[in-house]
Structure formats: structure tokens, C-alpha cells
Nanobody, 125 residues
Framework: QVQLVESGGGLVQAGGSLRLSCAAS????????MGWFRQAPGKEREFVAA????????YYADSVKGRFTISRDNAKNTVYLQMNSLKPEDTAIYYC??????????????????WGQGTQVTVSS
């Protein structure tokens, strides 16, 4: 099974940027769709972005479209989430996840089998 470790979270002012990293224990591009989810206090975990196998397609939640970019560096077995123009409502714990074959859509956490421990992102106003 693949192991995932997120990093790069922190405290940033509104309008600022952060880049989250998700280091995988094995190469992911040929086997997994990779996703980022987030969970704010008192709220359900929600989809943020996903990158298909072989990095053919990207998918974004409407709330982050145009501000966030998901990418993958195969040489480093790492998936990134570049977050620009951050807003206070982006404050959450961000999780990286790997999705193999699943009957669930990639927009739901149910479709992802492997998860990282999460990294906190806090955006101050």
C-alpha cells in the first residue's frame, strides 16, 4: 500500500500563497488518481483538487478554481497543491489521498483508499 506524507502547511495572510507537498512511498502516476481534500472545524471533508493517472486531467472544486493548481513530480514521487490568493475560508486541514479503481466519483472521499495525516493551513484576514 502507498504511504502519503503531507507538508507545507502554515499560517499565511489573506492574499498570500502556500505550496503543499504530498510525498508518496512509491510512484503514483501509473496507478493512482491523486486528490487533495480539506476539512474545516465542524464541517465535512470536502474535495479540493485531483490529478488523474498519468497526469492527463485535472479537476478542481469551484471554490478554488483559478487559484489552486495540482501537479505531480514523478521523479520525486510527490504531488503538489499550489495555493494562491488564499482566503480565510480556505482555512482547514488539508489531506492528500490516492485513488485506485473505485465505483465512487473522484469528487468524494469515499473513492480514495490511502490518506496522509493532514497538514494545517490557516489564512488570517
Amino acid at each position: 500500500q502507498v504511504q502519503l506524507v503531507e507538508s507545507g502547511g502554515g499560517l499565511v495572510q489573506a492574499g498570500g500563497s502556500l505550496r503543499l507537498s504530498c510525498a508518496a512511498s512509491e510512484r503514483t502516476d501509473s496507478r493512482y488518481t491523486m486528490g487533495w481534500f480539506r476539512q474545516a472545524p465542524g464541517k465535512e471533508r470536502e474535495f479540493v483538487a485531483a490529478l488523474s493517472q498519468s497526469s492527463v486531467r485535472t479537476y478542481y472544486a469551484d471554490s478554488v478554481k483559478g487559484r489552486f493548481t495540482i501537479s505531480r513530480d514523478n521523479a520525486k514521487n510527490t504531488v503538489y497543491l499550489q495555493m494562491n490568493s488564499l482566503k480565510p475560508e480556505d482555512t482547514a486541514i488539508y489531506y492528500c489521498a490516492a485513488r485506485g479503481t473505485s465505483s465512487y466519483t473522484l469528487y468524494t472521499s469515499l473513492g480514495y483508499r490511502y490518506w496522509g495525516q493532514g497538514t494545517q493551513v490557516t489564512v488570517s484576514s
